[in-house]
């Protein structure tokens, strides 16, 4: 059975409109019945339709899937009238050890104490619990200590389409830390 592209289009967008997920490029493909060229073309011509409109909607490939966003631009508009729901809070000391493991992976639990001067295991596990961080293997030394690396939740929480979208270690560097925790706080208001 073929379906014009026009109706194909429109399919796509709404199963990604009513999907509260993000959609991979495969599973969209076969639920609507097409090849994954097919559906690649017709989800770049919605990116670029929705980024031509501006609207209140975008549409953005996010950890190798595709999804619906607010157009950044109403953003804080929107965050006072939904107040938005409070994320679980990354202490300090959590943010930098995660900062260290994505910059840095894979990494050891030693390595990572050796940068941060103390140690890290509950950061570690705590981050493994927020699934934000996992084993990923082990280092070929003595011992096979485990090696630890982001998820795929951490890009979809940091809102990265791969980890070569995180900013260069030199552009992280010339940011103010100390209005870091600042910027936390407004972020989860």
């Known amino acids: 059975m073929e379906r014009e592209k ?3 289009k429109g399919l796509i967008e709404a199963l ?11 599973s969209i493909a076969k639920s609507v019945e097409c090849e994954k060229h ?3 073309e017709i989800l770049d011509e919605l990116i ?20 619906f966003f607010t157009n950044e631009k109403f953003s804080e508009i929107l965050a006072q009238l ?24 894979p990494i050891t639990l030693s390595e990572i104490d050796d ?6 295991r509950a950061m570690v596990t705590s981050l ?3 699934k934000l961080v996992k084993p990923v293997g082990n280092k070929e030394v003595p011992g096979r200590p ?6 795929k939740e951490f890009l979809l929480h940091f809102g990265l389409n791969k980890l070569s979208d995180l900013p260069a270690p030199v552009e992280v560097k010339e940011l103010k830390f100390e209005n870091l925790d600042d910027l936390i706080e407004n972020e989860q208001e």
Do not use: H
Not at 16 to 26: C, V
Not at 87 to 103: E, H, N, P
Not at 115 to 120: A, D, E, L, Q, Y
Not at 146 to 151: E, F, K, S
């Open 82 to 105: 939904f107040k938005e729901k409070k994320r679980d809070q990354l202490s300090r000391s959590s943010l930098d050890t995660l900062a260290i493991i994505a910059y840095k992976q």
């Open 6 to 8: 026009s109706g194909l």
């Open 48 to 67: 670029l339709d929705y980024q031509e409109r501006d609207g209140g909607f975008v549409l953005r490939e996010i950890a190798g899937a595709y999804q």
């Open 146 to 151: 485990a090696l630890y690396g982001t998820t």
């Open 38 to 40: 097919e559906a690649r």
């Open 115 to 120: 940068i941060r001067g103390v140690s890290s």
């Open 16 to 26: 990604l409109f009513l999907s509260g997920e993000p959609l991979k490029l495969a």
């Open 128 to 130: 493994i619990s927020k």
